[in-house]
């Protein structure tokens, strides 16, 4: 158990539809990363957000979206949601300082129909 | 754009040998390399990491090896046990970015 949680495990929606992913990170961590694993794809880095600020971004969708609040849990949004946008998401998290491993959450698996 | 590939999709070994996982980068400012593990409905977790400034490291029976002139890592696994059956994704990143950017996995199935 890495100590980082996401909810929910599975999320089925239709196509248009607009879903919200949760994230909380291991105790005392401020960094919390997002990636989406495609179907025989490596993890992609999506966005970094740091003690509530964005940090980095990768290749996000302007469809997509993320917040981190004051208690640093983390949410992705998820929008105009399209039949491609099935995947796995992962939420990661470290203290955000320095070479250091992130820990990876157990992820949600998102199906559009 | 592919920065770091890993080209073996799959990888079956016998219980008790060596297991050797190969990646490959184009990024040359990558200065850190990791390894993870993961199993079905897990997340990855952390196996082990080097420095762009050794060329080797270890940590019980997983090695990791780095090539920099030929942009190339390799994770050694000896001697292989059947617990060690799951995908295996080599990261990179660069000093002073915390993004990692992955490989597409390698499935490694250990045969008793």
């Known amino acids: 158990d890495s100590g980082v949680t996401q909810t929910p495990k599975h999320l089925i929606t239709a196509t248009g539809q607009r879903v919200t992913l949760r994230c909380s990170p291991r105790s005392g961590d401020l960094s919390v990363y997002w990636y989406q694993q495609s179907l025989d794809q490596g993890l992609q880095f999506l966005i970094q957000?740091?003690?509530?600020?964005?940090?980095a971004k990768g290749n996000i969708l302007e469809r997509f979206s993320a917040q981190q609040f004051p208690d640093l849990h983390s949410e992705l949004n998820l929008s105009s949601l399209e039949l491609g946008d099935s995947a796995l998401y992962f939420c990661?998290?470290?203290?955000?300082?320095?070479?250091?491993?992130?820990?990876f959450g157990p992820g949600t698996r998102l199906l559009v129909l | 754009d592919q920065q770091v590939k890993q080209n073996s999709p799959s990888l079956s070994v016998q219980e008790g040998r060596i297991s050797i996982l190969n990646c490959d980068y184009t990024?040359?400012?990558?200065?850190?390399f990791l390894w993870y593990k993961k199993y079905p409905a897990e997340g990855p977790t952390f196996l082990i990491s080097i420095s762009s400034i050794k060329d080797k490291n270890e940590d019980g029976r997983f090695t990791v090896f780095l090539n920099k002139s030929a942009k190339h890592l390799s994770l050694h696994i000896v001697p292989s046990q059947p617990g060690d059956s799951a995908v295996y994704f080599c990261?990179?990143?660069?000093?002073?970015?915390?993004?990692?950017?992955f490989g597409t996995g390698t499935r490694l199935t250990i045969i008793p």
């Open positions: 990024n040359s400012m990558f200065d850190y």
């Open positions: 990261a990179g990143k660069n000093f002073g970015n915390e993004k990692l950017t």
């Open positions: 957000y740091y003690n509530g600020e964005e940090r």
């Open positions: 990661a998290s470290n203290s955000g300082r320095g070479q250091e491993t992130q820990y």
